[in-house]
Nanobody, 116 residues
Framework: QVQLVESGGGLVQPGGSLRLSCVAS????????MRWYRQAPGKERELVAH????????NYAETVKGRFTISRDNGKNTVYLQMNTLKPEDTAVYYC?????????WGQGTQVTVSS
């Protein structure tokens, strides 16, 4: 059974930091590229960050470039999203996503709220 389980979300003040984690099981993690998406209330889901199978390729949305860092540990079947200098507009549900060709899997999401 495939599972992607996110954790690390919560309430943080503007300028603060959070680190999201996503633990994968039920598939060969190192064969899949991993992404973080987010969806704010009333908005479409958007791609935040992408990392290739072995972590050598990363891409970021312009809105988070320089503030967020995606990384992965294939030995732990885990992908991370380090989020620094958080802004209120970063408030959203953050989803972990695994993709390999036509195979893809979604996590259940974790809420991030940036507010004073």
């Amino acid at each position: 059974q495939v599972q992607l389980v996110e954790s690390g979300g919560g309430l943080v003040q503007p300028g603060g930091s959070l680190r999201l984690s996503c633990v994968a099981s039920g598939f060969t993690f190192s064969n899949y590229a991993m992404r973080w998406y987010r969806q704010a209330p009333g908005k479409e889901r958007e791609l935040v960050a992408h990392i290739g199978n072995f972590g050598t390729t990363t891409n970021y949305a312009e809105t988070v470039k320089g503030r967020f860092t995606i990384s992965r540990d294939n030995g732990k079947n885990t992908v991370y999203l380090q989020m620094n200098t958080l802004k209120p507009e970063d408030t959203a549900v953050y989803y972990c996503y695994a993709v390999r060709g036509r195979d893809d899997y979604w996590g259940q999401g974790t809420q991030v709220t940036v507010s004073s």
